[in-house]
């Protein structure tokens, strides 16, 4: 069974940064695509960025591109989010999940992220 746990979030102000991480266990880590997703209270998670399993491609959201960086250290299992220049709207529940390629088949659990004026 896959265990991804998430850490890193806190509650800081508007232009701030923070670095979440994503822990693997129970998967050939370096076989799959890593993500980044996001939940509002009340609202569907969306996606916040994608590394393919060699981590060499990558997407991001728009609400991302120039602020986030993801990454990842396949010889430790961790996948990170590098989040600066955070914003209020960037409120939410960050959540790792793995996936074959065609959609995620394992989440963590979250980490929250609460940022202030």
């Known amino acids: ?3 991804l ?11 701030e940064s923070l670095r979440l991480s994503c822990a693997a266990t129970g998967a050939i880590f ?3 695509e890593m993500s980044w997703f996001r939940q509002a209270p009340g609202k569907e998670a969306e996606p916040v960025s994608v590394l393919e399993a060699g981590g ?10 120039g602020r986030f960086t993801i990454s990842r250290d396949n010889t430790e299992n961790m996948l990170y989010l590098q989040m600066n ?4 709207e960037d409120t939410g529940l960050y959540l790792c999940a793995i996936s074959n390629g065609t959609n ?7 980490t929250q992220v609460t940022v202030s004026s």
């Not at 220049?85 to 209020?88: D, E, G």
């Open 1 to 3: 069974e896959v265990h």
């Open 5 to 15: 746990v998430e850490s890193g979030g806190a509650m800081v102000q508007a232009g």
């Open 30 to 32: 370096d076989d799959f």
């Open 56 to 65: 060499e491609n990558v997407c991001y959201s728009n609400f991302a591109n």
């Open 85 to 88: 220049s955070l914003k209020i």
């Open 104 to 110: 995620p088949f394992a989440w963590g659990q979250g």
